[in-house]
């Protein structure tokens, strides 16, 4: 099979959720800014970024949760000589770099229309792509491995969404000691520390890494993956 | 209703809280927002035995309690409740369903009635466990006969209205994508301030229960300062922000009655055009 073929093949696997949520995201989060009536454009260049980084993550998050359940022949992958875990990588390395494209593009919009600069915590045009990078792959990376363990959509994408709604309610509750700052997601919006900042990026990129990596434990245990999901 | 309609009704029912109660991920997401909430410090749960931070009172304490947990195990709720009518389709089993006697609008009502159920176990199991452990701890029973009329009127009326979306809604987008819709309306509509943007927060289509919050329970946060109902100046649909009055209280219930009866019937005519 050619590369691109295989590739366009993953991005349907991967889901119309997964492909629809991140432009979905920003259009809501744009949406909300301009119907936003606070005064101040650092407040709209706030919700703007806000859409950078809640909503793309969300979007991308619950996308790699329904990664894992979603072929209905699973023991045909299992046979295949690709490991099924690697295809399952594929699919999320498709849906964060489809989420990474969105962002980008939407980051380099804001950037060209001076809203980026606007909002004062903004980390610059270049490092402050991990405005999204960072929370974009740590939620992703939640949802995978939560979509391993539990191999139901349902309940990975419920607990994405409840970690989500965790830190947007409970935003100063979370960031009160270093290892709850440290795994912030919303720490260029709503992170009342700007000096944790570059280390808050990296630890949710390294958190990230890790959690992939115990998917791919869990997934090598191929037996666990037949049969019908968690109904 | 016919006693066959009846009939078929009450066995989908059965059917289906007795398959989603047993579904391991029902309890696991529950149990571990529950750990996440006990993790992080200052919230109501973990203050509940706390007499320097928790309220004297005990209606005000499992008033509160009840939105904490109203507020954070809806978002599993809906999230786990997504998959559940469009699954007959995915498992390719509606067309066996449908082939049966039982009418389809029963098995529906049936089946949105038993898994709502179902899932809802689990979240009155966590308010009722710590309002109980609350009342023995203070010794105060009352605080039992207020858990029972916060859920009532709060934590039931509002489970109703997201498991009737969270069963419709997916037949016409993919779950997933029904996930993200409503967690992001979650918190702009119960959450967001109305002054700030549109929002259908405090207004009568509120399924926190901010009507009965305010009007029927005398609930003003825990603090006592706080407003969960009514017009907020300059804030746009203030014509759905009526005052706080035990009628508008009922008549907020009414209207997130209204709006599930409205969506599970939106998807059963879904469902009908496409068999």
Redesign the interface.
């Known amino acids: 099979m050619r590369p691109l073929t295989l590739w366009r093949y993953e991005a349907r696997r991967a889901?119309?959720?997964?492909l629809?949520?991140p432009p979905?995201?920003v259009a809501?989060g744009v949406s909300?800014a301009l119907?936003?009536?606070?005064p101040g454009d650092a407040t709209k260049a706030r919700i703007l970024l806000g859409a950078l980084e809640m909503?793309v993550p969300?979007?991308a998050g619950?996308?790699c949760?329904?990664l894992v359940g979603r072929d209905p022949a699973v023991e045909l992958q299992l046979a295949a000589p690709t490991p099924y875990r690697v295809t399952l990588l594929r699919r999320l390395a498709v849906t964060l770099v489809w989420a990474a494209m969105v962002a980008g593009l939407t980051a380099a919009v804001l950037i060209a229309t001076g809203w980026w600069a606007r909002w004062p915590a903004n980390h610059g045009p270049f490092a402050g792509q991990l405005t999204w990078a960072a929370p974009t792959v740590g939620l992703g990376a939640v949802g995978f491995v939560a979509g391993a363990v539990?191999r139901?959509?349902?309940?990975a994408?419920?607990?994405v969404?409840?970690?989500?709604?965790?830190q947007?309610?409970?935003a100063d509750?979370?960031q009160?000691h270093l290892p709850?700052r440290l795994l912030y997601l919303f720490a260029t919006t709503r992170g009342p520390v700007p000096g944790d900042w570059t280390g808050n990026r990296l630890a949710l990129l390294g958190a990230a890494a890790t959690l992939v990596a115990l998917a791919l434990v869990v997934l090598a245990r191929s037996e666990r993956l037949i049969g019908e999901e968690?109904? | 209703m016919t006693s066959q309609t009846a009939r078929a009704l009450g066995a989908s029912l059965r059917y289906e809280f007795r398959?989603q109660v047993r579904?391991?991920?029902v309890w696991?997401?529950p149990a571990?927002?529950v750990v996440?909430f006990l993790l992080?410090?200052?919230?109501l749960l973990r203050d509940l035995f706390d007499p320097d931070e928790s309220s004297d009172d005990a209606r005000t304490t499992v008033v509160g309690l009840a939105v904490q947990v109203h507020?954070?195990l809806s978002?599993?709720y809906g999230?786990?409740l997504?998959?559940r009518l469009v699954?007959d389709d995915r498992l390719r089993v509606a067309p066996i369903l449908d082939a049966t006697p039982a009418r389809p609008s029963a098995r529906l009502v049936g089946k949105y009635l038993g898994a709502g159920a179902a899932t809802a176990v689990p979240i009155l199991a966590v308010y009722f466990g710590f309002a109980a452990a609350y009342a023995v701890h203070t010794g105060a029973p009352d605080a039992l006969g207020w858990a029972l009329a916060t859920c009532a009127v709060v934590i039931v009326p509002g489970l109703l209205f997201v498991a009737a979306f969270a069963l419709a809604v997916p037949l016409i987008m993919?779950?997933?994508?029904f996930?993200?819709?409503?967690?992001?309306y979650?918190?702009?509509g119960n959450?967001v301030a109305p002054?700030?943007?549109?929002t259908l927060a405090r207004t009568l289509i509120h399924p926190l229960g901010g009507y009965p919050l305010d009007a029927l329970l005398d609930f003003h946060g825990i603090d006592g300062g706080d407003t969960w109902a009514g017009p907020v100046p300059?804030a746009?649909l203030n014509f759905l922000r009526p005052d706080p009055t035990p009628t508008t209280a009922w008549l907020s219930i009414a209207v997130l009655l209204a709006l599930a009866a409205v969506a599970l019937a939106g998807g059963h005519a879904v469902r009908a055009r496409r068999a």
């Open positions: 889901g119309w959720a997964a629809l949520g979905v995201a809501l909300a119907v936003n009536t606070m909503a969300l979007a619950v996308g949760a329904s539990f139901s959509p349902a309940a994408g419920a607990l969404s409840t970690v989500w709604t965790f947007q309610l409970f509750l979370a009160e709850g968690d109904e | 398959m579904k391991p991920s696991i997401v571990l927002t996440l992080i410090g200052g919230s507020t954070l978002i599993g999230c786990l997504a998959d699954r993919p779950a997933p994508l996930r993200v819709f409503f967690v992001g979650w918190l702009w959450v002054d700030m943007m549109p300059g746009t």
